[in-house]
């Protein structure tokens, strides 16, 4: 396939419909979920809503324009160096939409265990309060590094297209599990990501730490030692939290305390591992300790 072929498929392709159809879903369900709120008098920190809904238009702006091509046009050459390619029916998208899945655990793991990662990915974890307007709250800068993560599936065959879109389908089916409406589901907890599920991935509890990195299916948490079921009322939120509901603030904290960790790091070569290494790394000089506002391991 031309890669002039795959780029119009994100304007042709009935998929691409699908996808519009399930965003048009999960603004719907947030509206009735507002609307609820309202009418219940649920406790919600609007402000924080505010914020997220603000975060949301920015990154569809990006995404629609400049963001939005970045992933596709870097991914081409891996496409070209593949030897194999690998057709796109009905069975290469259920075999690409589950590789998507597993391909997003490791994503999302990583995105958690190495602190330049994490300086982005942050600001999903960042609210303390859990409802589905946090499912918009994303950094305005992981769609220039997370189709990094896709970079195998082009290689065994997948073209950029069908690799994207079927990460976006991993990503958008995640949208209603950031809720606290829908209680425990049962089996379904015990092997897809649901709101029981998630809540606990949100939760600062120690025993909630790096748990349940899972796009849809349980399977790879539960094959790698990262699952946990909710047990203990979730606290949401940093270990640290930032305490702002400024949009600007929300997204950059957290490369603020990385930027004050790296000025204070001696030589360059801590000053790498701080930047790309993990996420507690400390060098032993450092004293006190500067955590960043992870909801996983302190120093």
């Known amino acids: 396939m031309t890669s002039e072929f795959l780029e ?71 496409y070209w160096l593949s030897p194999v390619e690998i057709p796109m029916t009905l069975w290469t998208w259920v075999v690409a939409f589950f590789i998507a899945d597993f391909s997003y655990y490791w994503m999302h793991r990583m995105e958690h265990e190495h602190r330049i990662l994490w300086a982005s990915h942050s600001v999903h974890h960042s609210s303390e309060d859990y409802n589905l307007t946090v499912g918009f709250r994303l950094c305005l800068i992981e769609g220039l590094f997370e189709w990094i993560f896709l970079v195998p599936m082009i290689l065994i065959g997948f073209n950029p297209f069908q690799a994207i879109i079927a990460l976006t389908l991993v990503a958008q089916y995640q949208h209603w599990i950031h809720t606290e409406r829908i209680h425990r589901l049962g089996w379904l907890d015990r092997w897809f990501n649901t709101p029981s599920v998630h809540r606990v991935h949100h939760g600062s509890n120690q025993q909630y730490l790096d748990k349940n990195y899972g796009g849809v299916l349980m399977v790879w948490d539960k094959l790698f030692g990262t699952f946990e079921p ?7 939120g940093l270990t640290r939290n930032i305490h702002s509901d400024n949009p600007v603030t929300i997204n950059l904290s957290e490369f603020a305390l990385l930027w004050k960790d790296v000025q204070k790091c001696q030589g360059w070569r801590d000053k790498m591992r701080m930047i790309f290494g993990e996420l507690s790394w400390r060098p032993a000089y450092f004293t006190p300790p500067s955590p960043p506002t992870d909801t996983h391991k302190t120093p």
């Open 8 to 78: 119009s498929l994100f304007e042709t392709s009935e998929i691409i419909s699908v996808i519009g159809l399930i965003f048009l879903a999960n603004l719907t369900i947030t509206g009735m979920e507002i609307l609820l709120d309202l009418i219940t008098k649920k406790t919600r920190r609007w402000k924080d809503s505010a914020a997220n809904f603000a975060i949301f238009l920015v990154n569809e702006v990006l995404q629609t324009t400049a963001f939005g091509a970045i992933g596709f046009i870097c991914l081409l050459p891996f």
């Open 230 to 236: 909710e047990d203990e009322t979730v606290i949401y």
